[in-house]
């Protein structure tokens, strides 16, 4: 059996990385962890900005992870800037608070379109340009696609999705080399800041209270960069060739997903 090595301070060293909805949360973390580990990163993004801080550290591709001919363009482009691509890393997406009663058929298909979709469609892309040569996929799931989530049921219903379709093309693409494994993270997002804004102060701080007593690990919410990063990059590693179709927690224990 061929062991591969890489060296413990750039683990990533030579691989090319493409990671979508780059220019915010996890996204941003995942460059910048990604770059750090020695990894060729092209983001891509869409209406929000490249930060400041990345955006001179590699190159970036406009892309709406939602349309087939958008994500097929960028991905064209990313892969003839890096010479292939070894590494997914699917953050496109987004938390929107809804009510199950009375939500709209406009706020479930954005909501769908903008987590699901985007999976969907990113994924088939980076197959296409990993199927001759291997590669790893990660997708971001939630913990609240598996316990669901009244106050966002079609966010919990699009992150069922990932975690259904991750377990599906892993199946389906093992034979090709590709992994496919989907991350459960608890950390501080926009996503996390909208949810406590649509708490509002008394029920933002009634949540922080129950993180304290339901997280064993900490007790809040995680940095995306610190405590998710070095997760991706080991799944972005030849550490984890062996590991498909898994989600796997990084949540400080809130929900203990193997119980």
Not at 22 to 49: D, M, Q, Y
Not at 239 to 250: D, E, K, S
Request: one cysteine or more.
């Amino acid at each position: 059996m061929t062991r591969t090595t890489e060296p413990m301070d750039r683990p990533l060293a030579g691989r090319r990385v493409l990671v979508t909805g780059a220019a915010g949360g996890i996204g941003a973390a995942a460059v910048s962890v990604f770059l750090a580990a020695g990894a060729r990163v092209v983001g891509l993004f869409h209406s929000t900005p490249p930060p400041d801080e990345l955006k001179a550290r590699c190159d970036w591709v406009v892309c709406d992870a939602r349309s087939r001919g958008s994500v097929d363009a960028a991905f064209d482009r990313a892969a003839a800037i890096l010479g292939g691509l070894d590494v997914l890393l699917n953050a496109a997406g987004t938390w929107r608070p809804g009510v199950p009663e009375s939500m709209t058929e406009d706020e479930l298909d954005a909501v769908l379109d903008a987590n699901l979709r985007t999976t969907v469609l990113t994924n088939q892309a980076a197959f296409e340009r990993m199927r001759h040569s291997g590669g790893q996929i990660i997708n971001l799931g939630s913990g609240e696609g598996v316990r669901g989530n009244p106050m966002a049921p079609h966010y919990a219903v699009a992150k069922a999705g990932v975690h259904a379709w991750t377990r599906s093309v892993a199946s389906a693409w093992g034979r090709y080399g590709i992994t496919v494994n989907a991350l459960s993270p608890a950390v501080q997002t926009p996503g996390a800041d909208r949810l406590w804004e649509h708490l509002g102060e008394e029920g933002a701080a009634a949540l922080r209270n129950n993180l304290r007593t339901a997280m064993p690990l900490r007790g809040e919410l995680g940095d995306p960069e610190a405590d998710l990063g070095p997760v991706m990059v080991f799944l972005a590693g030849t550490g984890a060739r062996f590991m498909t179709g898994q989600l796997i927690a990084v949540n400080g224990g809130l929900q203990m997903l193997g119980a």
